[in-house]
């Protein structure tokens, strides 16, 4: 091979990956402007007004306190993408035509999104339909976007692109904050109304998502897969994660890591998409201050997730993350007590958990990382996502049925604590030295 086809193939692949990093710079804003900050309080709100004299609406007859509504939703946005992702992940292998699906479900989402500009009145049953369809598409989106990285990136490069396309998703979503953060706050003089400017802020995450998506998909190449060039159909998605899950099983330390992992994950999750209804419905916290502390938590995050990698360097990666699990215990029982209408005692929540949210899950991945048999990361790491999403509406189940019991927001935030706990005993409890032994990988010195 001639020095200018190589080079003119390092330049093609360099071209598909500033692609894909805009992905990231898509639907970021989704989920940091719409799901983490607006979507919650104004939802929560919506569905208060259509409420009956008890605090209760009615979604197909069946009685819900209306401050439970946003995290049911939420709830039911995961059971759905689980049951849809198999299906996309099989039919991108199947035809290798990753593109259109990709398309497919970013504009559905984008769309749903942007249709958020009509929740107003009463619609409650419309806010929750439309959150529905946008967290499930764009969870079903990144199972097609993760796919690409094997194809436009070498293994000894992929560390340093996946960081970048992270990297670009947090910086879209903070440049987004700030100018939600400049219209919400000076509404007035705009000429809207508050509840205007946040229809404004939630369509246009939709607007940005799609327009965005249209760099990858002009960047992006699809390419033909073994099993539509040999015409022999792929392995249905589900019977794939399921032969996965058989193949752990003979890797009992690894399933040990992998449901620690899915327990504690599931509250971190949860505090990310509900801390703002608590923010604004249990400490009476205005929108702009929420938009702030989440802008904190944004920069924080990136500054915790470097510490947490020093601290990995020196005391081991399993240590740093149970450290980590006894700080976001201690991050919850502080909020369980913080006085109303103290924004100052919020920012200072907020900066705990970014400190410890970006590190918390970068020690997990590249932990999981050493616990994978040779020559079946991609199998392994399909599974790891798959199974995170599986459990990823528990959280926000049990906050949901909690308020609904109990009508108070400080016991549904304290329920949280439970997946700590149980993430950090059952983490503890795994000899990673032996697990990494057992999975044939070499053991760091350090782990």
């Known amino acids: ?27 970021s804003v989704y989920s940091t402007s719409v799901l983490t900050v607006f979507l919650g309080p104004y939802l929560t709100a919506v569905a208060k007004s259509a409420a009956d004299v008890d605090g209760f609406v009615h979604p197909l007859g069946i009685p819900v ?14 059971i759905v993408s689980i049951l849809v992702m198999p299906l996309v992940g099989a039919a991108a292998d199947r035809t290798g035509r990753k593109k259109p699906l990709l398309a497919a479900c970013a504009y559905v989402g984008a769309t749903a999104t942007t249709g958020l500009f009509f929740l107003s009145g009463d619609r409650y049953l419309l806010g929750g339909l439309l959150l529905i369809v946008a967290n499930s598409s764009v969870a079903v989106s990144m199972v097609v976007y993760n796919s690409y990285l094997p194809q436009i990136a070498p293994p000894e490069d992929r560390d340093r692109v996946s960081s970048r ?18 219209l919400f706050t000076a509404h007035d003089s705009f ?11 939630l369509a246009s995450a939709g607007l940005w998502w799609g327009a965005f998506t249209l760099v990858p998909l002009k960047r992006l190449r699809d390419r ?16 794939q994660l399921a032969a996965t899950v058989r193949d752990m099983r003979g890797k009992p330390l690894t399933l040990s890591f992998l449901l620690a992992y899915l327990i504690y994950n599931d509250g971190i999750q949860t505090v990310i998409s509900q801390a703002s209804v608590y923010g604004s419905e249990e400490l009476d916290l205005s929108q702009s201050t929420l938009i702030t502390a989440v802008l904190m938590v944004q920069v924080l995050a990136v500054v915790g997730a470097l510490g947490m990698g020093r601290l990995a360097r020196t005391y081991g990666a399993k240590r740093t993350i149970l450290g980590s699990l006894v700080a976001w215990t201690v991050t919850l029982a502080a ?18 958990i970014g400190l410890v949210l970006g590190g918390s899950q970068a020690l997990s991945r590249s932990l999981f990382s050493h616990l994978v048999p040779p020559g079946k990361e991609a199998e392994y790491f399909s599974a790891y996502e798959m199974s995170d999403r599986g459990m990823s509406w528990l959280g926000p189940l049990l906050f949901g049925i909690t308020y609904q019991l109990t009508g108070s927001y400080r016991d549904a935030i304290i329920s949280l604590v439970a997946f700590f706990v149980i993430g950090f005993a059952l983490l503890a409890r795994v000899p990673v030295r032996r697990a990494i032994h057992d999975a044939g990988n070499p053991v760091p010195e350090r782990i």
């Open 1 to 27: 091979m001639s020095t200018d086809t190589v080079r003119a193939d390092a330049l093609d692949q360099r071209r598909e990956q500033r692609g894909w990093y805009f992905y990231d710079w898509a639907c």
């Open 65 to 78: 306190r209306a401050g439970s509504f946003f995290a049911y939703c939420v709830s039911a946005s995961v």
């Open 165 to 182: 396309g992270w990297a670009f998703g947090y910086a879209a979503g903070s440049t987004m904050l700030v100018v939600n953060l400049v």
């Open 191 to 201: 000429g809207v109304s508050e509840s205007t400017a946040v229809r404004i802020c």
């Open 224 to 239: 033909r897969t073994t099993s539509e060039a040999s015409g022999v159909p792929a392995v249905h998605g589900w019977r």
């Open 335 to 352: 909020g369980y007590f913080l006085p109303a209408g103290a924004p100052v005692w919020f920012f200072v929540l907020a900066a705990g």
